[in-house]
């Protein structure tokens, strides 16, 4: 301790020379980046009046003892300071200097920034959350009134009808957070269904320059429309009439419609820093948020690099429940974000409904597509030329112009001809702009092989749907066969809004799958929700097509992606604490987790979109979340910050890398001693096994505890569903509770059998389930069995 204090002596005097002798005349060429800097907070010298002078005294000498090369912003050395979900702060500083700074007495971690993106009138009803029925969910919860939520994404529109405040309170007395004004968005703008807002800019202009203020607001105000769509999905009012250029007519709702909204807008136009995304988190939990919703994502790294992970650290700590989206790089495998054991993720679902915008070729053949296109139709009963766009390129090659990239197409080959474009890179909607500009009168989306049949219906600004892989195949081998005598002909027929489709739900192709790239041990994603084709709410000045030439206005927009599944488990959370204000964030995900469904309307096994074929654990973990069976799950499966520092051991994490977590340091010898990563309480169970050739057996167990949350004694009977080709064993098979409130363990053996020769590099997975039953509650949890074989 005295040579840590004569060491960080020693700094504030060094900082003073460096001041005033070195700094003015030192020069580098080393590109700068932008680091988020940990430290322990207990290692401040008491000569310091604050931390954040320790943290520019500290920073300063890094800068002369590296190369001296900064940028600092006006103002100050700080882009931010951190102080509740960690202690520290980011700064933008060279690569050596960085180096430099790490090996300063009290820093943890000096991480680079990662930039991420932003990944109804029916989901409701879908989910069976009526505002008529006095005992379910919404009655119990009374629809949410004393939660707030958190909704860290693009901003908020103010004013808007899902956001009114009438026969609301005030908010809740525990809240402590504000409401920043800024350009479009006046002190006025929150209420008492609003009841805070901020922005956080420093990180995202740190690296990118002074922001466009003639395109983007430095205020909490919504100029992208994604952040007011996911907070109207989790906490929106009821409203009446509601729809898209007509699409989906009813009544609009979130999921907790009188819970409170505080905006934390992170993502501009570049994209979500990770330094303002921590100060986003810092900033909710000092507010005294209840839960937080987060649909961004894209970055898989270690828990102690990624700052979504250590931000929803300290807010589960903090009794904050985090949700999170699953990432839309689905439907290919190792693609799911955000998954950490400690946050929700969320994976996408269908609901029972759809917008058929169906294609009729001149051969009579009529195929199947989807749009919310509310223009203008084509003629009745004309066809048009039909054009592939790969084959009708301008100045561009012929990959762009199949993309129908901008400036890529021919006028004079798409003229009043319906274009078939193919699906990637630039978006959807931006494609039918292309083909508009150039003097197409409509335009079929096909899909790629990557996309399979997965379709997502868009506001376009022209005629237009979209298809699935073979279809978009059939219609490119019916334009090539065409003749002169028989030329390829086209048109589209709009059919509105279809209910009651079957099956319902289906796992949405761009939803991401596991397995886990960063712990297979745990399950994720945890389970799906409704993220296809939801309507919300959404800016007045911004057009549905999400484009700058769209100049078209709607009260509310339907958008699809895991960022609308993620909003919807947000505003279920916020109604299971309010009806269970005991529960921790574990107990809540365990509840959601445990009484989900894995079958569709048809009862089935849900299918997977994006092949037609059933899904399994890895495309929807736990299953389809059922709100009503939530609010009663029997059991749950509870976890505290000790059991997650268990798990960091068990991932042979070190003491410092455990401590940039969780803020404190770790004894790692009882938890590694007590087992492996997947011993942590989780409501899943994921076994994970490398096939070496050998004999040896591949078997390994699970210790969990369940606590009795019914009302009084009960007694539960396990009931298994073998993995193919593994045997699962449970003891004991029955457990009896005397009372609420107690809690029981239990051990689950898992063996693999011999299974079939396997490539190289390949892995087969395997899936059963654990269900626990008393007659009136199940209480199920998926096993997933995978065996990796060695790469040669």
Known sequence: MEIDLYLHSLCFFFFLFVFFFLVPSISGVELLNTYIVRVDADAKPSIFPTHAHWYETCLLAAAASGDGVTDFPPGGFLIHTYSSVFHGFSTRISPSTAASLASTPGILAVLPELVRHPDTTRSPEFLGLLSSDRTGLLAESDFGSELVIAVVDTGI???????????????????????????????????????GARYFSAGYEATSGRMNESVELRSPRDTDGHGTHTASIAAGRYVFPASTLGYARGVAAGMAPKARLAAYKVC?????????????????????????????????????????????????????????????????????????????????????????????????????????????????????????????????????????????????????????????????????????????????????????????????????????????DTIRKYIATATSRFPATATIFFRGTRLGVHPAPVIASF????????????????????????????????????????QRRTEFNILSGTSMACPHVSGLAALLKAAHPDWSPAAIKSALMTTAYVKDNKGMTMLDESTGNFSDVFDFGSGHVNPQRAMDPGLIYDLTAADYINFLCNLNYTQQNIKAITRKAADCRGARKAGHAGNLNYPSFSAVFAEDGAKRRMATHFIRTVTNVGNGAATYRATLRQPEGSTVTVEPMELSFRRSGQKLSFLVRVKAGTWEKMAPGSSRVRSGSLTWSDGRHSVRSPIAVTVQAPLS
């Open 268 to 472: 501009w136009a570049a994209g979500c820093f990770d330094s303002d995304i921590l100060a986003a988190f810092d900033a909710a939990v000092a507010d005294g948020v209840d839960v937080v919703s987060l649909s961004v994502g894209g970055v898989v790294v270690l828990y102690y690099l990624d700052a979504i992970a250590v931000g929803a650290f300290a807010a589960a700590e903090a009794g904050i429940f985090v949700s999170a989206s699953a990432g839309n790089g689905g439907p290919g495998g190792l693609t799911v974000t955000n998954v950490a054991p400690w946050v929700a993720t969320v994976g996408a679902g269908s609901m029972d409904r759809d917008f058929p915008a169906d294609v009729k070729l001149g051969n009579g053949r009529v195929l199947p597509g989807v749009s919310v296109y509310g223009g203008p139709s084509l003629d009745s009963g004309r066809l048009y030329p039909l054009v592939y766009a790969g084959a009708a390129q301008g100045a561009g090659d012929g990959y762009s112009s199949s993309l129908c990239l901008e400036g890529s197409l021919n006028p004079e080959a798409v003229k009043d001809k319906i274009v078939l474009c193919d699906r990637g890179v630039n978006s959807r909607t931006a494609k039918g702009e292309v083909v508009r500009k150039a003097g197409g009168v409509g335009m079929i989306l096909a899909n790629g092989v990557f996309d399979g049949e997965g379709l997502v219906a868009d506001c376009h600004v022209l005629p237009a749907t979209a298809v699935g892989a073979v279809v978009g």
């Open 511 to 550: 939803s991401a799958r596991g397995p886990n790239p960063q712990s297979p041990e745990i399950l994720k994603p945890d389970l799906v929700a409704p993220g296809l084709h939801i309507l919300a709410a959404w800016p007045h000045n911004v057009g549905p097509a999400g484009i700058p030439s769209d």
């Open 157 to 195: 529109t103010p004013g808007h009808r899902s956001f009114a405040d009438s026969d609301l309170g005030p908010a809740p007395s525990r809240w402590r957070g504000e409401c920043v004004s800024g350009p479009g968005f006046p002190a006025a703008s929150c209420n008492r269904k609003l009841i």
